[in-house]
């Protein structure tokens, strides 16, 4: 069965302090996304990678930044976090964008900012 | 540009039918549907091309009306299991990603 792993399911980090979320995915699978879901405003984009090393900025892109070393690697990085940037992150991977192939999502890291 | 959904929320009783709208003011390749149950990850349902086609598995369809940039799920006979949230993902003609609803909270009793 096709996985997308998300590493923490919840975390709790201190306003200031640099957090890395990390995301791995098994289908070979060339486009990797994070998004942020808050209740009310769905799914919205920070940032997706269609390739290794490439990555491109999503909807809401500030406060984050993120890191394709690897096809199957995709980590979001909040360089100093703070309570606004409370909130479920979800990544997503697909074979390609759009063109008859659906996204697979990881379970979720609920992350809290104190 | 976020497409809007509606309804915001819907509650069913077991066997009832309902219909969730998706409309985007941007010329759209495509339209995927979701569904999210509580505390778990996103699941794809389906996607619809640029063509007006329509598709579906088992008593859940949608269809795509790319002359009003709309798309429709259907929900026939609904089940419990079917209770969650409904999220469209719209792509626009020469777009690259996904931009997703709000989402429809569908609640099916008993």
């Known amino acids: 069965d096709v996985k997308v792993t998300q590493s923490s399911r919840y975390l709790v980090k201190r306003t200031g302090e640099k957090v890395f979320l990390e995301c791995v995915q098994d289908m070979d699978h060339e486009n990797m996304f994070w998004y942020r879901q808050d209740p009310g405003l769905g799914l919205r984009l920070i940032y997706f990678s269609y390739d290794v090393k490439m990555k491109e900025k999503g909807d809401i892109p500030e406060g984050y930044s993120v890191s394709r070393e690897k096809k199957e690697r995709f980590s979001l990085i909040l360089e100093s976090a703070s309570t606004n940037q409370t909130s479920m992150y979800l990544c997503?991977?697909?074979?390609?964008?759009?063109?008859?192939?659906?996204?697979?999502f990881g379970s979720g890291t609920r992350l809290t900012v104190v | 540009q976020q497409p809007v959904q509606s309804p915001q929320a819907v509650i069913l009783r077991e066997g009832e039918d309902a219909v969730i709208n998706c409309s985007s003011s941007?010329?759209?390749?495509?339209v995927h549907w979701y569904r999210q149950k509580h505390g778990e990850a996103p699941v794809f349902l389906m996607i619809l091309l640029k063509g007006g086609e329509q598709k579906g598995h088992d008593k859940i369809s949608a269809s795509f009306n790319e002359k009003k940039q709309q798309s429709s799920l259907y929900l026939t006979a609904s089940q419990l299991s079917y209770s969650g949230t409904y999220f469209c993902g719209t792509e626009m003609e020469y777009g690259n990603k996904l931009v997703f609803g709000a989402g429809t909270i569908l609640r099916v009793k008993s």
């Open positions: 997503a991977s697909s074979l390609l964008i759009g063109r008859g192939y659906g996204y697979t």
């Open positions: 941007k010329a759209l390749y495509s």
